[in-house]
């Protein structure tokens, strides 16, 4: 069972959320192969273009590139807070990086778990100018799929 802890009781230290994250969702729960996991994880953090953000409980981790003429961010996220919390510290994450000048964000997901809250941050966002899409195919149930957002006023649509 994944660890969920309400960001809105306990905030915890961003550390601990990829950590605990990271042992939890690894395939192999061997120790070593988590640590491996974690030092390769903080290796990316130091390239150039990556940052990393924390909202309650959910770590943002970035890639910022330039594809032509446009800033495209790739994102992953850890998330030990409520669905509902998770949703609200998206909407916030993506507010900001339309507000830093990105056109583009994207991030993988693993499967169709995450579809519905996908979907809702969209319809909060949608009236503000967001659009976005998932790729991916649909027929497999363990199929990767990918999350685009589309900032306000940016270029050509999805």
């Known amino acids: ?80 807070d409520t669905a509902h919390n998770m949703s609200t510290n998206l909407k916030k994450y993506l507010r900001s990086l339309s507000e830093q000048g990105v056109d583009y964000w994207y991030t993988g997901l693993e499967n169709k778990t995450y579809f519905p809250m996908a979907k809702a941050v969209l319809r909060k966002l949608e009236p503000e100018g967001f659009k976005g899409k998932i790729r991916g195919s649909r027929a497999k149930e363990n199929s990767d799929f990918v999350f685009i957002v589309q900032m306000p006023n940016k270029g050509a649509s999805l």
């Not at 729960?29 to 130091?46: C, F, N, Q, W, Y």
């Open 1 to 80: 069972m994944a660890t969920v802890v309400n960001s809105k009781k306990e905030k915890l230290p961003l550390h601990e959320i990829l950590l605990t994250y990271l042992s939890e969702n690894m395939e192999d729960k061997d120790p070593k192969k988590v640590s491996r996991g974690m030092a390769g994880l903080i290796e990316k953090t130091v390239s150039k273009g990556a940052e990393l953000e924390q909202l309650g409980n959910t770590v943002f981790f970035s890639f910022q590139s330039e594809q032509k003429n446009k800033t495209v961010v790739k994102g992953m996220t850890f998330n030990l």
